[in-house]
């Protein structure tokens, strides 16, 4: 039986076709690609502009009726939300291997996820991030008043995950997952802006988890 699911599991790493939509800045695209560029598996890039209204147009709201990147196509079959996505690639082609099998480690990662989508992204990246980085490319001053009254919900959310965190290296422990494909594209908007050093002066296992993965090669080719 093992040996049938392992057969299976290497056929689809072989025969699915996986086109992801979506716009190569974008955190959560990256926590897709992430995984599959970790996983080591063939996709596409389908570019999905939602700098220019793209991610709205009949086209794009046909696959994913909210307008947010990414949408993952599997062999014609649309999915979106990453959680949906990440979870299902993991179990599909990744042979569970980005997420942890300990019942609880596997809840922290869960936490982890919920946490940045509920907390984190909004004062992190739709804040701090567009006001110091994407406001002043366009022309515009960043809203100090916004980008100070984000801080403290920021500080509030990485608190947390710092305190779920085994962080040695990654975030669960010895092996990356899910978890940290989540937080990664946070931190490498999150470090170019100058609220990097109030948002995490009380993670310092956060630092270091950084610091670390920083360097992983599939980090730098999904920024570029
Ligand atoms: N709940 C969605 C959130 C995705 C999301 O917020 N994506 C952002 C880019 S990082 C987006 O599509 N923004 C465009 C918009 O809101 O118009 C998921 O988990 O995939």
């Known amino acids: 039986m093992l040996i049938t699911v392992g057969f299976l599991i290497e056929n689809l790493k072989i025969m699915v076709k996986l086109t992801v939509y979506g716009t190569p800045a974008s955190t959560y ?3 897709v690609r992430l995984l599959l560029e970790e ?7 389908k570019g999905v502009d939602i700098f220019n209204g793209e991610n709205q147009s009949a086209e794009y709201l046909a696959k994913n009726p909210f307008g947010k990147v990414p949408t993952l196509e599997v062999d014609g079959q649309l999915l979106y939300e990453t959680g949906a996505i990440t979870e299902y690639l993991d179990t599909v082609l990744a042979e569970h ?33 567009v006001q110091r980085l994407i406001v002043p490319t366009q022309g ?32 669960l422990g010895s092996e990356l997952s899910i978890a940290d494909f989540y937080l990664i594209p946070i931190f490498i908007y999150l470090s170019q802006t100058p609220e ?13 988890w950084w610091d670390k993965v920083n360097q992983l090669e599939n980090v730098k080719k999904v920024s570029a």
């Open 29 to 31: 695209v990256r926590t």
């Open 39 to 45: 996983a080591g598996v063939d996709y596409t890039l």
């Open 97 to 129: 291997k980005f997420s942890p099998s300990d019942p609880m480690l596997q809840a922290r990662m869960r936490q982890i996820m919920a946490i940045i989508d509920s907390y984190l992204y909004a004062p992190a990246i739709g804040t701090i991030v």
């Open 140 to 171: 515009g001053k960043a809203d100090e008043e916004k980008v100070k009254n984000a801080v403290a919900p920021v500080q509030t959310a990485l608190n947390a995950i710092e305190s779920l965190a085994v962080a040695s290296p990654y975030l």
């Open 196 to 208: 990097f050093e109030a948002t995490t002066a009380q993670t310092p296992k956060l630092r270091t």
